[in-house]
């Protein structure tokens, strides 16, 4: 028998009606009903492919969120999402359908739709799928206090009054260049968008804004708000990776058999690269979690529903994916590798295995008028591991190179460093990253980090010395023989991060920017990796 269409208009609190499609698996019957709620859609769906699809027994609802698709309203992200969500619950358990149990699925902003309500554990929710998206609003919006021109800047531009405003031409990553940045949405979109621009000023993560509903206060901590079975997805290279680590990290002891995560090789969209399968670049086999489990969220579903085996991975664990050695590991967490490695930035620009003798300096010129780029995210960006410039590709990017590993190493974890640093300015920055050289002299990019001298050096003076410590987000990957690692110190990373002005406050305010000289001290800082030898079997 054909799945049975329905096309509704689901009628919120406040009036506004909202474009719902419902597949249901057979006529007079009860089911249990799947839930997905996302703004990436401008038609309805494809009737003939759904009329036939298997839904394994669920009632399949998709919903346009406000603004979006066929929905009235205006889209403005995160603003409505809570009572939007817990409206079109109340729908569901009035149709002839429903049979009690409430399943919830999506990724990204569509796993954040579900998010902005699951601290009241609505009771018919048995599980739910959060692919691909940090709890956190801070998270999303900054790293260290630099605005996240590259995820959070481009997509609202992209996003906001999507229905409501034309999409206009001059709306680039440039576009976040303008001094001060506080007030472009008025200038972009023509009138003030209060939580857009809210955003742009609270750059302290300790600021009382973040614990407010304006802030994401709904979403914060729901790894220990709710009771609900949930299956964490992320990869090495999502743009929410930290944040996702973090959630798994934050649940309960007496809750964690409820749950599990499973981390992949690739990014956001768990493809390879922002660049698409550009040559050469490496095949993670079976890395794809789609290829693995096609169903996965089926599979999670059942699980709970009906106790059929969940395959890849036990309640309580995590499965991840080690790079380059290109196997899957199950643990409770990725911990540090047991062995510590040192290398030491030195005046040669090397990252030696032992403390130099005495210190040096390497100084460059940060102007922020003319910012240095790299290439890929990350993961606190849009666009993931790409290959990587040559190194010192600029005069404000001063590299630092490792010898070549003469055995495979496996590093899990977090990766840190301590960077000891001067500047003429009262304030400004220091970007980092680090990749992994391969024997054919291609560089990856592994990770990276930005920070401002001020915010962990409150009493800093111009010209004195600062320490600036950096926690890289959990990785896992494999160092071949002959393979370095490299890491390049500059002060700008544009368009991933806002630009710093070299001025003291907050930096969307600024109006303009001053030339500074930047130092490294050599010597004093230090690149801590986590390794152990390769297990053979």
């Known amino acids: 028998m054909d799945n049975i269409i329905r096309e509704e208009y689901v009628t919120t609190r406040d009036g506004t009606k909202l474009y719902t499609e419902v597949v249901i698996p057979g006529e007079g019957g009860k089911f249990p009903v799947i839930v997905e ?13 759904y009329r036939k699809k298997d839904f394994r027994g669920y009632v399949h609802i998709f919903q346009h969120c406000r603004g979006a698709g066929m929905s009235e309203g205006e889209f403005l992200p995160y603003q409505t999402e809570e009572t939007d969500g817990l ?8 149709q002839d359908f429903y049979n009690g149990e409430i399943y919830l699925a999506g990724s990204s902003y569509g796993s954040t739709v579900h998010i902005s309500y699951m601290r009241h554990n609505p009771p018919d929710v048995k599980a739910m799928l959060i692919w691909v998206q940090d709890c956190e609003r801070y998270n999303i919006v900054y ?11 481009d997509w609202c531009l992209a996003q906001l009054l999507r229905k409501t405003v034309k999409k206009r031409s001059y709306i680039k990553s440039e576009t976040f260049r303008t001094m001060p940045l506080s007030g472009i949405s008025e200038s972009v979109f023509g009138r003030r968008i209060d939580y857009f621009e809210e955003e742009l000023v609270h750059p302290d993560k300790n600021d009382p804004y973040w614990q407010t509903p304006a802030g994401g206060s709904e979403y914060r901590n729901i790894m220990q708000k709710c009771n609900v079975p949930i299956l964490l997805l ?26 599990a995560m499973i981390v992949t090789p690739y990014e956001h969209n768990f493809n390879h690269t922002g660049v698409r399968d550009p040559e050469n670049y490496p095949n993670f086999t079976n890395g794809r979690i789609r290829d693995l489990y096609p169903e996965i969220e089926y599979d999670w579903f059942d699980y709970h529903r009906l106790g059929t085996p969940f395959r890849p991975v036990d309640k309580g664990k995590m499965m991840y994916y080690t790079l380059f050695e290109n196997q899957w590991h199950t643990a409770e967490h990725l911990q540090d590798s047991p062995d510590e490695e040192l290398f030491y930035l030195t005046a040669d620009r090397q990252l030696a295995a032992s403390a130099p003798s005495e210190k040096n300096e390497i100084t460059y010129v940060y102007n922020p008028f003319v910012p240095a780029t790299f290439q890929g995210g990350v993961c606190n960006n849009f666009g993931g591991m790409q290959f990587q410039d040559p190194p010192d590709s600029r005069y404000d990017i001063i590299s630092f190179h490792t010898e070549p590993f003469t055995e495979q190493r496996i590093c899990n974890g977090r990766i840190r460093m301590k960077l000891q640093v001067k500047t003429t300015a009262p304030d400004t920055c220091f970007y980092v990253r680090l990749s992994l050289v391969r024997k054919d002299g291609t560089a990856l990019a592994l990770r990276d980090d930005i920070d401002s001298v001020l915010r962990t050096n409150p009493d800093y003076q111009s010209c004195g010395i600062a320490e600036i410590e950096y926690q890289f987000a959990p990785h896992s990957f494999m160092i071949r023989e002959e393979e370095r690692l490299r890491l390049d110190v500059s002060s700008s990373c544009f368009p991933h991060f806002h630009i710093h002005t070299n001025r003291k406050g907050i930096q969307t305010l ?3 920017a001053d030339i500074a000289k930047n130092t490294i001290i050599t010597g004093e800082s230090v690149l801590r990796v986590y390794t152990e030898k390769l297990k053979t079997k």
């Open 510 to 512: 600024q109006t303009g």
């Open 37 to 49: 709620r996302h703004p990436y859609v401008s038609t309805p769906i494809d009737a003939d492919y």
């Open 87 to 94: 409206d079109l619950l109340d729908w569901i358990r009035k």
């Open 234 to 259: 992320t990869g090495f290279y999502d743009i929410y990776t930290e944040g996702v680590f973090d959630m798994w990290e934050s649940i309960p002891a007496d809750r964690k058999n409820l749950h």
């Open 143 to 153: 790293r260290n206090g630099f605005y996240k021109i590259g995820l959070t800047g």
